[in-house]
């Protein structure tokens, strides 16, 4: 599966078919967004909110809607609130892992403080339950609440594991679904529960966005060892200097001998990092064939989701989901 420079990619193609939807979200995101009482609030999600990201969990949100038929009002709702929650992660996020730069542009905790982003992060969440409430439907609350304590409960799970050369693929798994997949799964999911959908097509949403939200931060845990800067908006090895334990290292280390294990506890474990430990690294990575293991497990989940999708009918929505799952893993070639 390779990536066509000059084709229509797939979510700008669900983005085009959304449009009106999506700027119906952007309307109601500036809304909520708003403070009467501190202005900072809306500058630092603006920040965000504002940076040029693909909308992609609001849109997973609203192509579901359309893809079981919907034609009420809630489901832009309902990908404001998707929006907010991820916001607000990114916001703490980058306070906890003292990032410097997101989407190709310093973080908001560089450009304000620890105490703007913890702070705004949490008015954000606010707003998603406010959203969430206006829907009427305790069942979409649910999950969107259940979501949100998921992804908490992943981020604190890494915190634990991501210096323990012990943690385990099974761990990691554990993680990225509870910090990147439990949103996309969510997303995908409230979008056929606000529409009614039977629920065998509603089990398939939710496990379509679970596949595609692991395939995802597979890739990216990928690319971050072995992308180009400019195209992933970070430094390469980012997540390395930031002694976390992604797939690719998790595999290599596995295979590790005695003097290679020494050279992991040292630079990940103790955190004693020295000028060409990076490269090193990604030189183990290739030597265990990590970075190949580790593309054919995201191949495997996009798989996985495209399954998913296909049971739901046919319809242009479900081509553009299906290709989605697609371009996630294309990335990586």
């Known amino acids: 599966m390779s990536l066509d420079e000059n084709a229509i990619k797939p979510h700008d193609a669900m983005a085009a078919y959304l449009a009106a939807d999506l700027d119906a979200v952007n309307v109601l995101i500036r809304q909520r967004m708003a403070s009467e009482h501190a202005p900072r609030i809306p ?6 909110v504002e940076a040029g990201g693909k909308r992609l969990r609001p849109m997973l949100t609203l192509a579901a809607a ?13 990908a404001a609130t998707v929006e907010f929650i991820h916001t607000a992660t990114l916001l703490h996020d980058d306070v906890v892992d003292e990032s410097g730069q997101r989407r190709g542009r310093p973080t908001a905790n560089l450009l304000w403080d620890n105490k703007s982003s913890v702070l705004v992060g949490d008015y ?35 915190l634990t594991a991501a210096q323990d050369l012990a943690t385990t693929e099974a761990i990691y798994l554990q993680v ?39 395939a995802f931060q597979i890739v990216d845990d990928l690319l971050d060892m072995s992308g180009d800067p400019n195209a992933i908006g970070k430094n390469v090895g980012d997540d390395f200097r930031e002694k976390k334990l992604t797939l690719p290292l998790i595999k290599a280390i596995a295979k590790a001998d005695a003097e290679e294990r020494a050279f992991w506890v040292r630079t990940i474990e103790k955190g004693r990092q ?26 495997a989940w996009a798989n996985k989701a495209v399954k998913a999708i296909d049971q739901l009918p046919a319809h242009l929505v479900r081509d553009m989901l299906r290709d989605l799952a ?3 893993v294309a990335r990586i070639n």
């Not at 500058?43 to 965000?48: D, F, I, N, R, Y």
């Not at 359309?66 to 309902?78: A, E, I, R």
């Not at 954000?124 to 406010?130: A, E, K, N, V």
């Open 176 to 214: 990225v679904r509870g910090k990147t997949a439990a949103l996309f799964s969510a997303a995908t999911k409230v979008g056929g529960v606000i529409a009614g959908a039977d629920e065998t097509y509603v089990k398939a949403l939710f496990e379509y966005g679970d596949a595609l939200g692991i």
């Open 43 to 48: 500058e630092v999600t603006a920040h965000l």
């Open 66 to 78: 359309h893809l079981c038929g919907y034609t009420g009002p809630f489901h832009v709702h309902l």
């Open 326 to 328: 697609g371009y996630v």
């Open 274 to 299: 020295e000028d060409g430990d990076l490269e090193t690294a990604i030189a183990l990575l290739h030597k265990h064939g990590a970075l190949d293991d580790t593309r054919n497990e995201a191949l």
């Open 124 to 158: 954000l969440f606010s707003r998603s339950f406010q959203l969430m409430v206006e829907t009427g439907s305790m069942r979409v609350l649910d999950i969107l609440a259940n979501a949100s304590a998921t992804i908490a409960e992943g981020e604190v799970l890494q």
